[in-house]
């Protein structure tokens, strides 16, 4: 089946401690991207790649790394998770020129 | 600092009337503009997108651009129960496809659909 994968999917930690948040796609989609979406300011993309060791800053990276040294993995790594970066994230996929992107189903994540 | 706004409603309709979204956005760049739906605790799907100056229709929902305006919107006709959900639209600079670059999402509008 077709599909974005998100692990975990819910999640509670505590300032400081690093985590890795992680995405894979099994369609083969050169185009990935991380999304956070909390509530009244919508869903604003913190990093995107266009391809393996291509990424770039979205509207909100402050706080956040990537990379993509596979094409089908693009994991989200916050190095010192802070209150703030308390919200839901989405993963989402796609092939280049495409119209559509496809979105996991979501991490929620809490830093106490 | 690039925007899209959208009223964010909640916006009421009865079944059967036809839903009227809009989007407005600051980027004279923009190129390419997307509807996406999201159901309460769902991750967003797409379900329109235009790049003309114009309408675009696909089933019961018509996408309308007007670049000179920098608005874009999103009728639902014949709207239905099933359509209650929070209604994105997002912009991007790049000239084809939203699969690539930077995507910039407006908060949402939240659509009921009454019985």
């Known amino acids: 089946e077709a599909q974005v994968t998100q692990n975990p999917r819910y999640l509670i930690t505590v300032t400081g401690k690093k985590l890795t948040v992680t995405c894979s796609q099994n369609?083969?989609?050169?185009?990935m991207s991380w999304y956070r979406q909390d509530p009244g300011l919508g869903l604003r993309q913190i990093y995107y790649?266009?391809?393996?060791?291509?990424?770039d800053k979205g509207d909100v990276p402050e706080g956040y790394k990537v990379s993509r040294k596979e094409k089908r993995n693009f994991p989200l790594i916050l190095e010192s998770p802070s209150p703030n970066q308390t919200s839901l994230y989405f993963c989402?996929?796609?092939?280049?020129?495409?119209?559509?992107?496809?979105f996991g189903p979501g991490t929620r994540l809490t830093v106490l | 600092q690039k925007e899209v706004e959208q009223n964010s409603g909640p916006l009421s309709v009865p079944e059967g009337a036809i839903a009227s979204l809009n989007c407005t956005y600051s980027d004279r760049g923009s190129q390419s503009f997307f509807w996406y739906r999201q159901y309460s605790g769902k991750s967003p799907e797409l379900i329109m997108f235009?790049?003309?100056?114009g309408d675009k229709e696909d089933g019961r929902f018509t996408a309308q651009l007007n670049k000179a305006s920098q608005y874009v919107s999103l009728l639902i006709r014949d709207s239905q129960p099933s359509d209650s959900a929070t209604y994105l639209c997002?912009?991007?600079?790049?000239?084809?496809?939203?699969?690539?670059?930077?995507?910039?999402f407006g908060k949402g509008t939240k659509l009921s659909v009454k019985p």
């Open positions: 790649s266009m391809n393996v060791e291509v990424t």
């Open positions: 997002a912009v991007t600079t790049t000239d084809y496809g939203g699969s690539q670059g930077n995507l910039i």
């Open positions: 369609m083969n989609h050169e185009y």
């Open positions: 989402a996929s796609g092939f280049l020129g495409s119209d559509t992107q496809y």
């Open positions: 235009i790049y003309s100056n």
